[in-house]
């Protein structure tokens, strides 16, 4: 009896082993697999030869798409408007692609006429959630397919199940670290790092020098930036990817840019996560620096709230919700006036900022002097401290009983005369 047909489905591939597995799988269920392969950043094999494999392996139509600058701008460039640090310390490199793929994938498949996308995660991970949860808020009407969390195989029966379908199963010794990279920066787990008290091995780092191989000479560089983008390195205007990737390697052959930390997880439970983010953690600091010079005090105090909120929301695969939608809106409209220029260097594992300017500055040098040329009046203090503390003052004639010295109690309570 022939397979009941059900349409077309959009893969998102990567040419490895699970989503390969998956065009046959898919194929068996009834639907002519279209895959989609989007460039992010990452250190991919040759594009083509991935296209040509999934052709190989029984897709009907194979696209190839290069998403770096759009990955950038629709993705990167708010979370760094936000100084987005989930936990105050990931910078959510991998987290930021999966709205990008699921955009993608919703794009391709209304595109072809498809009933249905598909990924290639587990059903423990949480890149699930995110791709789902986008997937969903971009077109609820496009049902989204997980292979490998559906099919139930084992890994010995994944590879059968490839041999008996002809799909190419990897002869080359396999890394042992499971690696997630893109432009914003790069994941790394392995088996010996799930106890936090293994040291993560030399040769898992590859944006990273160790701190004691990092050159003897402390490297500076001015990033300036317009409305909250950086534009240019050292005077020198630069395109977003190859802007990104300079500040990658001169922070990274430094030795800056780890992140070693326990991770609250999205689907319940703690993690032992790595990264390695140098350009990522470096621009969020000169950004951060350039909007103390450049925004005002309550606008920097509602941000770094909002900052929290952004974090968390694109970390548990809510980029697409109304909440961020709206913080994104406050974000913009602060970064017009995020104008200007921070000096950073590093040296050994750091990276400090040690200057910043901006012709859209409320820094003013006359008001913060106390050498000749302060306009500051010192006389209009009186006044404002008297206004100023007058609620705790009203409070304390009120409430009298509550005014007690602690030096007095401190000094009964040890037996001696304060008086004294």
Not at 33 to 43: A, K
């Amino acid at each position: 009896m022939a397979q009941e047909k059900k349409g077309k489905v959009v893969l998102a591939y990567s040419g490895g082993l699970d989503t390969s597995v998956a065009i046959p799988w898919l194929h068996d269920q009834g639907y002519d697999v279209v895959t989609l392969t989007m460039h992010v950043g990452q250190q991919a094999d040759n594009l083509e030869e991935i296209k040509n494999k999934a052709y190989q392996v029984g897709a009907v139509k194979a696209y190839v798409v290069d998403l770096r600058e759009a990955f950038i701008d629709t993705f990167v460039w708010p979370s760094l408007k936000a100084n987005a640090m989930y936990q105050g310390t990931y910078p959510l490199n991998s987290a930021l692609s999966r709205p990008m793929i699921a955009q993608a994938l919703i794009w391709c498949a209304e595109k072809e006429g498809a009933v249905a996308v598909a990924h290639g995660c587990t059903g423990k991970g949480q890149d699930q959630v995110r791709i789902e949860v986008a997937c969903n808020a971009l077109n609820p009407d496009i049902k989204v397919i997980a292979p490998v969390r559906d099919w139930g195989f084992s890994r010995e029966e994944e590879m059968d199940y490839a041999a008996s379908h002809k799909v190419p199963v990897p002869t080359t010794r396999k890394s042992p670290y499971s690696l997630d990279d893109n432009l914003w920066g790069r994941s790394i787990e392995c088996g010996i790092l799930e106890d936090p008290w293994n040291k993560p091995p030399k040769d898992a780092y590859k944006l990273t020098a160790e701190v004691t191989d990092a050159p003897d000479e402390v490297e500076y560089v001015e990033v300036t930036f317009e409305a909250g983008i950086p534009t240019a390195i050292d005077g020198k205007k630069m395109p977003s990817i190859e802007l990104i990737d300079f500040m990658n390697k001169i922070a990274g052959r430094a030795g800056y840019g780890r992140v070693d930390m326990i991770e609250d997880r999205l689907v319940g439970f703690k993690s032992r996560e790595v990264y390695e983010c140098p350009g990522a953690l470096a621009l969020i600091q000169a950004h951060r620096k350039l909007e103390t010079l450049t925004l005002a005090k309550d606008t920097l105090k509602a941000k770094k709230e909002l900052e929290v909120k952004f974090a968390e929301l694109a970390y548990e695969g809510y980029w697409f919700s109304p909440l961020m939608e709206a913080i994104q809106a406050f974000n913009e409209a602060t970064q017009k006036n995020v104008n200007g220029t921070v000096r950073m260097y590093f040296y050994k594992g750091n990276c400090v900022i040690d200057g910043a300017k901006s012709e859209t500055s409320v820094y003013s040098k006359a008001l913060a002097t106390y050498s000749t040329g302060d306009i500051f009046d010192q006389s209009a203090s009186v006044g404002f401290i008297k206004i100023w503390g007058m609620p705790i003052k009203t409070w304390r004639q009120t409430h009298k009983e509550k005014n007690i010295n602690p030096i007095d109690s401190l000094m009964v309570q040890k037996g001696k005369d304060a008086t004294k």
